[in-house]
């Protein structure tokens, strides 16, 4: 059996458990063990409740195997791992596997289909529209008795949206309608649970089952060879003080629907995990400019140089890093846009694994008006400032604020995101630019255009016709982001404004907002401006914005180490994308897919300390062997997760590094946001830029940091497969990828200046 999945797999999981001899008396077990209990199924009764078909291998966890599971949409170029349990628990070996599968009915093509056995290629054929039952032979020893890991491997998979959310929302990829053993005296499936981890100093597993009886099995996850098995009722223990160290697959079922209650206790304690993202820094002038805290990180810490985002937008580019996949495939490739349902969120993750998840987010396209339905689902607590990009010392106030909160409970999964340096880039030592709010023509508030401060004040305003300006009086040109009304009365509600000169989100020497108010009202102004920059001032700007943002990470880094919680924390800092300063003539980012707009700081701190220091000694030799390796977003969680000696995410398409394996980077931006559709693709060696709409590539050599030298004419042909699979992939989204933005975002994002 494998621990690890090849990238071009579907993980799917069965069970051929036989009946267990032996057994363990009940009573109450001893209590001597060192260290915290993590559940591993603490709610087992309300899971068999709502049984679900898609149950991954976990720490926290409980489900009930179906006889057979659809699996909708999985796309299995990218790997999407789901796990179906199928219970065997005669001693007789099955002798089929029986897989019922069809490719999609709008598929204009036949899906060629490969079926491994533990490891072992057991079948290869083509699957069409039509459904077709497939029953294939298992020889004898093929599979093992416990848990046996079946992987589907598909040559042709375009899922470029989410599933089931409107009649467009098509998804391109073979489905698996059912699975099951087949074979002589095979009973009824079993009621069941299962969970993977490294067994602790001194580790054991204690439960207690409400009910008759049920068969505990302990398998090695990466042979497969049974370790302990035993019939248990009511208090038990299991010793496996043995297995120190040793991955493991504990399995819990019973013929009976019982109650369920099973830990793991042992001689160590999950780390804290804390996600530092710092929006829009590009990895050079992170390097540039002066950052004494975020050296502090690094010093503690180790540096990917080569680390890569997956898209130039800060939701595409966060959804890919908390998902592990890339935008196509989790549908979410603008912002604005939800992030579907079925796709699996780190936030969500941890909190299965039991930690509580918590976040305090900056910039307003991480959240959504309406909750859960963009990154804060999963989260436990989601905050956020008062503006749409709130400054880094207002973010620390409410990191602080939280942590309090949190207090010393342990382990938690906590993401601080920074809006610095994105645009708009403040500056708050410089000499006021100056601008004035007017109300009905009487100065309601003098501001520093510099620092974008948000407005926000009351009036009483009477019946009648009214005016807002909001304009400069200093030799710079004012951009008025938003600018909402809102009256107090009975049913509050927006007032619709006109905009009678100046433009939002542009440019002017003032803007000029007129309405009308059919009773005297109370009424709410928000509105925020800044201060606007030509070309060649952009770039300082956004270096003191990371000087800022640097100090404020420096007082979170103080902050936790005042708590004790530095030394004992998993942290990672990085960021979502980079941006560009007229590299390829541009300022922001959206636009493009060089290198400026991708290439991202990435530093991983262990923890240290403790019982298991020497444990956190060896992981980050291996974590320094792999620090020049190509780092992309979607290979941070299976990294941590694999730091952590946690399962794997359901549904992730990235690598840890600790694989020490060689890997492709993917790319895309997309309009509306971004002008064009473009995609890309890169190795150790060259990098391929691909234009739909034109149909033209562009190619340089990874050694071109600058990406002026386009070598596709003469080099082109290295790279034959990624032209098939740009244009593939560009094809199946222009044909079925529509991008639709909630409405509700529209006016954020405009503020944000992405529409």
Known sequence: ??????????????????????????????????????????KFAA?????????????????????GGELEGWRTATTELASLWIPQFSADAPTHLELVVRAPHFSPFEFELTVHVNGVAIHTGEVGKEEV????????????????????HSSHVLSPNSVGVGSSRRVWGISLRSVRLLGDNLDEPLHGGS?????PVKGRVRGEIHGSYASLLVQDVKTGRILREREVSGAFECDLAEEEGREVLVTLWSSDVVDFELSMEGGWRPANVILIVCDTLRLDAALLEDTPNL??????????????SHA????????????SRLPHHSGVVNNGMRVPGHVKLLAEWMEEVGYSSHAVASIGTLWSSRVGVSLDRGFRTFEYGSLGVTPGFETTSILARRMDEIGAKSPFFLFAHFADPHDPYRDFDAAPMLGELLVDGHVVETFNMAIAPLLKFER????????????????????VRSLHLRSQDVGSFWIERDITKGEIGEPSQAV?????????SLVDFEVWPSDHLEGPENLPRYLKEIKQVDMAIGQLVDDLQRRGLWEESLVVFTSDHGEEFGDHGDIGHVETLYDEVLRVPLIIKLPKGGRDDATWRVLGEQLSAGSEMLFRQIDLVPTMLDLLRLSPMPGAMGHSVLDGESRTHFAETHTPEAAHDLYAMRDEQYKLIFRHDTDTFEMYETSDRSEVNDVFESDGAQRKAWQVELRRVASAWAKNGAVKVDEAERSRLEALGYL
Do not use: Y
């Open 1 to 42: 059996m494998h621990s690890r999945i090849s990238p071009l797999f579907l993980a799917l999981t069965l069970s051929a458990i036989a009946s267990c001899g032996g057994s363990q008396e009940g009573g109450q077990p001893p209590s001597d063990v060192e260290g915290p209990t993590v559940d591993l199924i603490p």
């Open 47 to 67: 899971a068999l409740a709502e049984p679900s078909g898609l149950s991954g291998i976990r720490l926290r966890t409980g489900w009930t195997p179906p006889t």
């Open 133 to 152: 039952t497939l029953r294939l032979p298992l020889e004898v020893g093929r599979t093992l008795r416990g848990q046996n890991l079946v992987e589907l």
């Open 195 to 199: 969970a993977s981890l490294v067994v």
């Open 295 to 308: 050296n502090r990180i690094l010093d503690a810490g180790v540096g990917f140089p080569n680390a890569f």
């Open 312 to 323: 130039p937008m800060t939701l595409p580019s966060h959804t890919a890093m908390f998902s």
């Open 460 to 479: 009483e305003l009477a019946k009648g016709p009214h005016r807002v300006e909001v304009r400069t009086i200093s030799d710079r040109q004012i951009v």
């Open 512 to 520: 000029v907002a007129t309405f009308e108010l059919d009773q005297d």
